[in-house]
């Protein structure tokens, strides 16, 4: 679920789920349609200034997720292309959380 995010901290366009823009979005208090303005893509960026720039997109997302329930990261992370189920996303959260796994 980080690397869109990251990725577009640095400038570089993705798609990102809409699950993930909304939740990066209401922990920057801003409408998700602000994001991709947000990031002004093809700016041309020294690497400090990227590194400074993802730094603090990943310290949103793990504030984001930090006030999610277990659920809710799951079902932000899934796709459906992805190899996992959403109770699978959500075992493995919870287990990194330190938290028993429902075992669905």
């Known amino acids: 679920m980080l690397e869109p995010v ?24 801003i409408e998700p349609t602000e994001i991709e303005v947000l990031f002004d893509e093809g700016q041309q960026r020294t690497h400090a200034q990227a590194i400074t720039r993802a730094a603090k997109a990943f310290a949103n997302t ?8 277990a659920r809710e990261q799951a079902e932000a ?3 459906p292309t992805g190899p996992y189920t959403v109770d699978e996303l959500e075992d493995q959260i919870r287990e990194d959380r330190g938290m028993a796994p ?3």
């Open 77 to 79: 992370a899934w796709t």
């Open 6 to 29: 990251l990725q577009l901290a640095v400038g570089r366009a993705v798609e990102v789920e809409p699950a993930v823009a909304e939740a990066v979005a209401a922990r920057l208090g």
């Open 102 to 104: 429902l075992g669905r």
């Open 62 to 69: 793990l504030a984001t997720c930090a006030q999610m329930t």
